[in-house]
Nanobody, 123 residues
Framework: QVHVVESGGGLVQPGGSLRLSCASS????????MGWYRQAPGKQRELVAV??????????DSVKGVKGRFTISRDNVKNTVYLQMNNLEPEDTAVYYC??????????????WGQGTQVTVSS
């Protein structure tokens, strides 16, 4: 069951910035680690950044160039997760999703994904 609605995507020139938002209605939001994922054309969806219930952020090492340009944050009062993206590059073009993050090997249920928000970086 879908509990999230992503927004804030759009078309931006290289070097530009966007702030994505994810509003969650999940009852467990305040105790879930949350993450931003992205899926580029022709590629599998990948986890980009994670934030713990207490607000500790972690950026996935295998996703090159994200650390230092992206900042994940959350507001547990508003049940919202954010992704501030700066100095965007064409390689960041993808549909961005948010969802809970669980210890491996558990993954979010297939029916829990929202529609995502499209980010296109192009001149």
């Amino acid at each position: 069951q879908v509990h999230v609605v992503e927004s804030g995507g759009g078309l931006v020139q290289p070097g530009g910035s966007l702030r994505l938002s994810c509003a969650s209605s999940a009852r467990t939001f305040s105790i879930d680690a949350m993450g931003w994922y992205r899926q580029a054309p022709g590629k599998q969806r990948e986890l980009v950044a994670v934030i713990t219930p207490g607000g500790t952020a972690r950026y996935v090492d295998s996703v090159k160039g994200v650390k230092g340009r992206f900042t994940i944050s959350r507001d547990n009062v508003k049940n919202t997760v954010y992704l501030q993206m700066n100095n965007l590059e064409p390689e960041d073009t993808a549909v961005y999703y948010c969802n809970a993050v669980f210890p491996a090997p558990r993954v979010p249920d297939s029916d829990s994904w929202g529609q995502g928000t499209q980010v296109t970086v192009s001149s």
